[in-house]
């Protein structure tokens, strides 16, 4: 697919009071102009839909940030994504993904 892109996740760990990072390739983004409630969640208001393509083993949690690269800070920006749901599909040899909610 030639329309995969590369973003970076921030994760924030509370005991070390710091930020640490990563790259994910392979990342299939749609993204809306409105937000709109998933019916099988709470309010969310999902304004981001990323799959990750051929990897539902990738290190994404709920309450990430991220950012589409290329990005080389240390933290994420206000303006970076929050993810709010992560969903690993493992079905069918080439459709295998991880798909990842943002706001």
């Not at 993204?31 to 799959?51: A, C, I, P, W």
């Amino acid at each position: 697919m030639k329309n995969l892109k590369t973003i970076k996740v921030f994760r924030y760990d509370e005991k070390e009071n710091i930020w640490s990072g990563h790259e994910i390739q392979n990342v299939f983004i749609a993204g809306f102009k409105e937000s709109y409630n998933l019916s099988d969640t709470m309010d969310k208001n999902v304004s981001q839909v990323m799959r990750v393509m051929g990897n539902t083993e990738c290190d994404i949690k709920v309450s990430d940030r991220i950012v589409m690269m290329p990005y080389d800070g240390n933290t994420p920006p206000y303006n970076a994504l929050a993810v709010v749901s992560v969903t690993k599909n493992g079905c069918g040899e080439n459709t295998s993904h991880t798909k990842v909610l943002c706001r």
